[in-house]
């Protein structure tokens, strides 16, 4: 039995940092917006507090 040919790519070394995990999806989308799940986290806190201390104080009923 003949073992079949060997081709080796001569330019796999050049072409090897786009499968670095750096240049992955996950991480280029994450690099993209720092701080939005911080960010979404907090506003999503602030409008359910100020939500419920408006339904907590009864304010003054104002007539357009």
Do not use: C
């Not at 079949?4 to 796999?12: E, M, Q, S």
């Not at 999806?25 to 720092?34: D, Q």
């Amino acid at each position: 039995m003949s073992n079949p040919p060997l081709f080796r790519d001569p330019w796999a070394k050049r072409e090897a940092w786009r499968k670095h995990p750096v240049f992955t999806n996950r991480a280029m989308f994450s690099s993209m917006f720092p701080g939005l799940g911080i960010a979404l986290v907090a506003f999503t806190a602030y409008v359910v507090v100020d939500n419920f201390y408006s339904k907590a104080q009864p304010g003054p009923q104002q007539k357009h």
